[in-house]
Nanobody, 124 residues
Framework: VQLQAFGGGLVQAGGSLRLSCAASGRTFSKYATGWFRRPPGKEREFVAAISWSSGTTYYADSVKGRFTISRDNAKNTVYLQVNSLKPEDTAVYSC??????????????????WGQGTLVTVSS
């Protein structure tokens, strides 16, 4: 599976973006998909994930109520709608996919496939 993330950019605090993760090479719908981010000078952190079967979603506490993950299996694409952005949301956002137990979707090491990141910069 090849993943490509895009949709990042520069936005003012309070603004919104929609990030996309497009997959090719294999049936994307069979994998759980997650979004992770790496803020400047910090470690990578989990943001959100969606299961491949039921569409169950899971969010980091820091983004609950502001971010929404969704998927369109027909388009082999997973989306991350990011609203009410804060300067602390500034990071490189990456998507990942894997045939993993949903109990471990916040563990980056469980994912098999990664896309390149897309930079989100939130100005105050």
């Amino acid at each position: 599976v090849q993943l490509q993330a895009f949709g990042g950019g520069l936005v003012q605090a309070g603004g919104s973006l929609r990030l996309s993760c497009a997959a090719s090479g294999r049936t994307f719908s069979k994998y759980a998909t997650g979004w992770f981010r790496r803020p400047p000078g910090k470690e990578r952190e989990f943001v959100a994930a969606i299961s491949w079967s039921s569409g169950t979603t899971y969010y980091a506490d820091s983004v609950k109520g502001r971010f929404t993950i969704s998927r369109d299996n027909a388009k082999n694409t997973v989306y991350l709608q990011v609203n009410s952005l804060k300067p602390e949301d500034t990071a490189v956002y990456s998507c990942a996919a894997g045939a993993i137990d949903y109990n471990y979707v916040d563990f980056a090491e469980k994912y098999d496939y990664w896309g390149q990141g897309t930079l989100v910069t939130v100005s105050s």
